[in-house]
């Protein structure tokens, strides 16, 4: 199954995204951060956002320490540097203490619990992923609607009853357990698949005999930011590992020596063979992969999230071959598409910023011999695949997809038609195969499953979701507004038809910005539900992204970071002089590195916004590398212990940059207290500072989710239960009621 192996860089992508001087946090001494929470404080009712004096909320107390770091000459205060640590038994009563009142304040706000019954109906409808064919069957993943994790099957043919094959439901009681990886042998007979418990980026690996549908003796543990790829014979896999941590470390230590193993069926781990490390470089991360004609191991190297990566092979059918360099300079992002014997197809931008396909032969593998195969164009290259002997290469027009096909010597034979401006996603396949399957997807069309015929060049529905709501009633566009330094940058509007430009409309504007990742337009509930209410569901595709290639993504890296913040708080400004909105309408939000684009925004310009949602996000830029795979992202954010880059992190870190007697907009922090990829010590001490800083009566609250992780395979009624919550927070600070939004629209 062309599943590609994840490297320590991979990681990041999953992060489902300053003209101010530092914050002195010595200074936040406010009364209120430090009064005790009540029941009766707890459990009251909110305050009502238009009522002339809202009562201020009482918080946890927060302890606050003199921890004090000098980073090359300048002293900076950590005063809630204990909450770094979620276990300590101060930490956990500060954890309860917030979830106590955030949850007594959720509870009371009108309408929370139709806008949840609404998140359910509409999230009730069977969601398919795109089948692959691996032997004489084919797999694919189904959700019937609520189920927690999807459930994988199998068939012999599109036409025949599918049978399940692995369940991931059976294995919690709530749902907690995921499938995070999957690789069938060649012969379609045996399949390894990775276990995931509470959103945790550890993964226990496992193997299953297809046919009998029984598992084999075989586990693989510590593994993080890898696949699993088979060799031709289905005797065993190449796997990357890490050391076994210990205990108090495995939550938050650093991961650094990843191990690239081969495992062989039915032996112990123990006995698996180390095939390549280098211990001379800790932060090199290992992706194995078997060409499809099972002659080769291709290693792709990473290192942190750079993107550029190194290329070595050994040649599998000689038992004494050695790792040979091919591609060793860290000079470009090099993607393996195929090969014919020792001719190797890669995608890469060396001297192509949007992209080219090259040919390498490794009997003379010399730059100067290299074969361009196709060019790079006007558009962003995001992936290609070779099926049927043809290139197909999915590129980005200002951030949608459109698909062509060419030949192996790089003549263009035409493209695959899409239904209009969406995302379009798979294309899996072998050379050999004539038939492939695609996912498309607008932010109102839900992933519709085509499968395309390479010999007719047709394309036909292979599964179409029916979910509850009329796309007719709903639009999209595309515009394009100037950033601060005179960039372009585009942006996705949706909302209802017939739209009023007068300033009313609530607005949620989400943002990522960051590691090369192109947000494409795609189907949501959570933004169906938002525009369900009258609303429009704003994404902005700001700087650091991939959309528009290597110098767009460039443009929003380390000392460029703050381009980023730019672009946002300029779609922000766009949306109120074009009257689509107001200030307090204006919602914004993201998660991980998008938590951080929210935290930026909102304390550089805290009255932009009228609700801020920062989720999972990095909001200490000074330590975030000294925790799990945190070090990986300095090749986007660089390091404090850099002194230039500390200046630039510094003047931006949302932590940094709470200043005490501040008025902040309404803020709905959310977490999870195991989560391994970003620590909740980020949220928890920006929570903490936010809630000592605030002059204003607006609430600053953290929603802490428990067995759960940075997001990767949350339960489908823990992400019902989150989005209920944020939408139900940021529709009653605009003084919407959710409940009678519901009621209207479905009396429609």
């Known amino acids: 199954m062309r599943i590609r192996a994840l490297s320590a860089a991979a990681c990041a992508l999953w992060l489902t995204h300053c003209s101010h001087a530092p914050a002195q946090l010595e200074a936040q ?46 002293k900076v205060a950590d005063p809630y540097r204990w909450l770094e640590n979620p276990d300590s038994p101060e930490s956990r009563q500060w954890i309860e203490a917030q979830n106590k009142l955030t949850f007594g304040y959720l509870e009371k706000i009108p309408g929370r619990a139709q806008l949840k019954q609404r998140f359910t109906e509409l999230w009730d409808f069977e969601k398919f992923s795109v089948p692959m064919r691996e032997g004489n069957r084919y797999f694919f993943s189904r959700n019937n609607g609520l189920q927690n994790q999807s459930v994988l099957y199998t068939a012999d043919s599109l036409e025949a009853e599918p049978r399940v094959l692995l369940d991931p439901n059976t294995l919690s009681a709530d749902g907690t357990v995921a499938v995070s990886g999957l690789s069938i042998s060649d012969d379609g007979n045996l399949l390894a698949y990775g276990l995931a418990a509470s959103g945790s980026d550890w993964v226990e690996w496992h193997v299953r005999d297809v046919r009998t549908g029984k598992d084999l003796p075989d586990i693989i543990k510590w593994v993080k930011f890898s696949g699993a790829s088979w060799t031709k014979d289905g005797k065993g896999f190449f796997y990357s590992r890490y050391d076994e941590p210990k205990a108090a470390e495995a939550m938050s230590g650093a991961n650094y020596f990843q191990k690239l193993y081969f495992h062989k069926l039915g032996t112990p781990q123990s006995e698996d063979t180390l ?60 993607d393996y598409i195929d090969n014919d014997g020792t001719l190797f197809w890669f995608k890469t931008d060396l001297d192509a910023p949007r992209g080219r396909v090259v040919a390498i032969d490794l009997r003379k593998p010399e730059r100067k011999n290299w074969k361009e195969i196709i060019p790079q164009g006007e558009e962003t290259i995001s992936s290609v695949s070779l099926v049927n002997d043809r290139f197909i290469v999915n590129v980005l027009k200002d951030a949608r997809s459109q698909v062509r096909l ?144 290597r110098e767009w993504y460039k443009a929003g890296t380390k000392l460029q970071k703050q381009n980023v913040f730019d672009d946002f708080i300029s779609a922000a400004e766009w949306l109120i002089a074009n009257k689509y909105t107001s200030t307090p309408k204006l919602a914004i939000t993201g998660r991980s590195n998008g938590g951080l684009l929210v935290g930026a925004a909102v304390t550089q310009r805290p009255e932009l916004f009228g609700v801020a949602l920062p989720g999972v996000g990095v909001m200490d830029m000074l330590r975030f590398h000294k925790f799990t795979i945190g070090w990986a992202w300095t090749s986007d954010y660089g390091s404090s212990e850099n002194p230039e ?3 630039a992190l510094q003047a931006y870190s949302p932590l940094h940059n709470l200043k005490p007697g501040t008025r902040y907009p309404p803020m709905l922090v959310h977490t999870a207290d195991h989560d391994d990829r970003v620590v909740p010590g980020h949220s928890f001490k920006f929570t903490a500072a936010a809630q000592a800083a605030q002059a204003g009566e607006a609430p600053v609250l953290i929603r802490i989710e428990t067995k759960a992780g940075h997001g990767a395979g949350k339960p489908t009624t823990k992400v019902i239960e989150e989005y209920s919550d944020l939408w139900a927070f940021t529709l009653y600070q605009m003084g919407v009621n959710p409940g009678q939004a519901v009621a209207a629209d479905q009396g429609r």
Do not use: C
């Open 406 to 549: 060419f030949s192996r010597e790089g003549k263009p034979v035409g493209e695959v038609a899409l239904p209009g401006l969406g995302t379009a996603s798979g294309f899996f396949g072998k050379r050999t195969d004539t038939e492939t399957f695609y996912s498309y997807a607008s932010y109102t069309t839900p992933a519709t499953i085509y499968r395309y015929d390479l010999k007719t060049g047709q394309s036909q529905v292979y599964k179409a979701p029916k979910v509850k709501f009329d796309p007719s009633l709903y639009e999209t566009t595309q515009v394009f507004f100037t950033s601060k330094d005179g960039t372009r940058v585009p942006m996705f509007l949706s909302h209802k038809k017939g739209l009023k430009l007068d300033g009313t409309n609530p607005t949620m504007l989400y943002g990522y910005g960051g590691f090369d990742v192109s947000l494409t337009p795609g189907f949501s509930v959570g933004s169906l539900v938002w525009m369900e209410q009258g609303g429009v569901w704003a994404v902005a595709n700001l700087r650091g992204g991939g959309e528009y290639g």
């Open 275 to 334: 095939v390549y490390e280098r211990k001379d470089h800790k932060e090199w991360g290992f992706g194995g992969r078997v060409t499809d004609d099972g002659r080769y191991l291709l290693i792709r190297i990473s290192r942190g999230t750079e993107r550029k990566n190194l290329i070595f092979y050994k040649d599998l059918k000689d038992p004494k071959a050695k790792v040979v360099e091919l591609l060793r300079d860290w000079d470009a992002d090099y």
């Open 645 to 647: 880059e500390f200046k």
């Open 29 to 74: 001494s406010s009364g209120a951060s430090q009064a005790s929470t009540s029941s009766e404080t707890a459990a009251s009712t909110p305050a009502s956002p238009s009522a002339q004096a809202p009562a201020r909320l009482a918080y946890p107390a927060a302890r606050k320490d003199d921890v004090v770091d000098d980073y090359h000459g300048t």
